[in-house]
């Protein structure tokens, strides 16, 4: 494929040497483009294109080379840098080493460059321009069409970013005034909150308070409990001695309970302590340690031997199928769920009693206005995020005249030996195993850049995957004209670097008209001297 600038100076050319006819001018020496012919005028002295000297005219192309730069021989093979002007009449002009001239190879279409006839050339430039301008013919329907399809893919963009243009003047005063619903609705919401909050917060402090009441009159049961345990002598009082007669105070260790161990543990020393100072003072510093005593539960008798069951017989088998249907498989396993332990049941200390009626009906206040905010504040959201992604589109580069925007949201693939190749423009490029396996990111977009002449030629994606030991992966899509949207031609000319070719109508341009074809200069189109 090529680019639409290139096809268009390939066509031009082919216009100005196949097409227009020849002007004739005065006789330029051979081996002289028409473009320097003005420096070689016959009968005025010539002087050496670089400055050097002034010679006869006569001397030009007397193979013998007097300027330093050649330019006195540019029709023989005198001077060794100089250069030998094909003019190739209806093919391309070409310009060769002037050490190529009369060397017995035949190097110009038209046969110039062996003008002393010792080897006879044919003139094939015919052939060659009729071949050309086939091929020239060829591209310029190719840049046609696809120019008439940019043409409509410029008109879609404009459409498309009329109508969100349209949609950004309506959806304005719409978010205005949701705007304002939102946050009137935000302040009815706040103030019925208010006395709610109040309300569940006086109930939630009189729950807590209550559960504080709950829980100290257990463990002042459990204090009791243990006091009883501890008071072996049932005087109301435990000692130290019944202190000690406990293995669980033994904290060093060595078997036996010292009234050094109990006087840390209750961190003084004390002889007797009553109920009351055991409740207030002393459980909390040893109902860690303490033991409460293990009540043994007697396990049931196992059950009595049952005869033996014979083994089934065929009279006792027999073939009816439907005697399965008998065995459940629920009941079967129903057994197993009596081995679970299930959890405890609730009880009215786990969970905080209703609120009163009052602070329900506050709190069915609050909820129909949280309702109504939310409700409110979606439908804000939602045109709010339109409207962003309407500006986001309208300040998006889509090219000249928006030619590149039937592109958006589109994917294009393009499969090598190795890996199948993803170009989403506008946003990502990837890779990917052809065999299966995940895709690897080469990169997002970033920018547009230039490729030739055309500042949308390219576009860069940036910041992929971090390759080991390398740099980040990256892309560059160079777009070519072509008549459909595909992906092509892959390489990794640098390493982690990934160049790619995108042909699409929106690469072509428009061809120049014939009054722009006629002021070319024709400066191959001429007479010899």
């Known amino acids: 494929m090529f680019t639409a600038r290139r096809i268009m ?11 227009l006819p020849v002007f004739a001018s005065e006789p330029i020496p051979r081996g002289v483009s028409r473009a320097k012919g003005s420096f070689y005028k016959a009968g005025v002295p010539f002087k050496c294109l670089d400055g050097s000297q002034t010679i006869p005219f006569d001397q030009i192309n007397d193979d013998y080379c ?8 540019p029709g023989t093979s005198a001077c060794r840098n100089g250069r030998f002007y094909c003019v190739n009449k209806g093919y391309k002009p070409e310009s060769i080493p002037s050490s190529r001239v009369s060397d017995g190879i035949c190097d110009c279409c038209d046969g110039s460059d062996e003008y002393d006839q010792k080897v006879k050339c044919e003139n094939t430039c015919i052939e060659l321009g009729r071949s050309m301008r086939e091929e020239m013919l060829a591209m310029k329907k190719l840049v046609e069409e696809g120019y008439r399809i940019r043409s409509e893919y410029a008109a879609q963009g404009k459409t498309a970013k009329l109508e969100k243009q349209e949609q950004l003047v309506s959806l304005g005063p719409k978010r205005e005034v949701l705007g304002q619903t939102k946050d009137e609705l935000m302040l009815k919401k706040e103030a ?13 402090a009189w729950w807590k308070e209550q559960k504080a009441i709950r829980e100290a009159e257990k463990e002042k049961a459990k204090a009791a409990e243990a006091f009883a345990q501890l008071d072996t002598n049932q005087d109301n009082l435990v000692s130290m001695a019944e202190m000690q007669a406990r293995a669980e105070f033994d904290t060093n260790g060595d078997g036996t309970v010292s009234e050094e161990e109990v006087t840390i543990l209750l961190t003084e020393a004390v002889d007797t302590m009553d109920l009351a100072q055991f409740t207030d003072t002393y459980w909390e510093l040893i109902k860690k340690v303490y033991k409460p005593p293990v009540v043994e539960v007697q396990e049931p008798a196992p059950p009595a031997p049952t005869e033996a069951v014979p083994p ?6 027999g073939d009816d199928e439907d005697d399965d249907s008998d065995f459940d498989e629920d009941d079967f396993d129903e057994g197993d769920d009596d081995n679970e332990e299930a959890p405890p049941p609730p009880t009215e ?8 009626e009052e602070t329900q009906i506050l709190m069915s ?14 439908e804000y959201n939602e045109v709010d995020r339109e409207i962003q992604d309407i500006e986001k589109f309208l300040a998006q580069d889509l090219g000249p005249d928006d030619v590149f925007y039937p592109l958006r949201d589109q994917c294009y693939e393009y499969t090598d030996r190795e890996y199948t190749y993803k170009f989403c423009p506008f946003e990502k490029a990837t890779q990917k195993p052809k065999d299966g396996g995940t895709e690897t990111s080469l990169g997002t977009f970033t920018k547009w850049e230039a490729n030739g002449d055309d500042s949308y030629g390219s576009m860069k994606f940036e910041k992929g995957l971090h390759c080991w030991n390398g740099p980040d992966r990256s892309a560059s899509v160079k777009f070519m004209c072509g008549t459909e949207n595909k992906l092509a031609n892959g390489a990794e000319p640098n390493r982690c670097e990934y160049t790619f070719e995108f042909t699409t109508p929106a690469a072509c341009h428009s061809l120049p008209d014939d009054s722009e074809s006629e002021q070319l200069d024709v400066e191959h189109v001429h007479t010899e001297l």
Not at 9 to 19: K, P
Not at 66 to 73: I, L, T, V, Y
Not at 192 to 204: D, F, I, L, M, T
Not at 349 to 356: E, G, I, Q, S
Request: glycine share 2%; proline share 7%; charged share 30%.
């Open 312 to 317: 089934p017989t065929e009279a006792t088998t």
């Open 192 to 204: 019925a909150e208010q006395p709610e909050k109040a309300a569940k917060e006086v109930h939630e």
């Open 66 to 73: 007097d300027c330093a730069d050649g330019s006195d021989e």
């Open 365 to 378: 206040v609050a909820d129909a206005a949280r309702e109504e905010y939310n409700k409110a504040e979606k």
């Open 349 to 356: 200390d786990n969970f905080m009693p209703a609120y009163p």
């Open 9 to 19: 100076a390939s066509l031009l050319l082919a216009f100005c040497v196949i097409v």
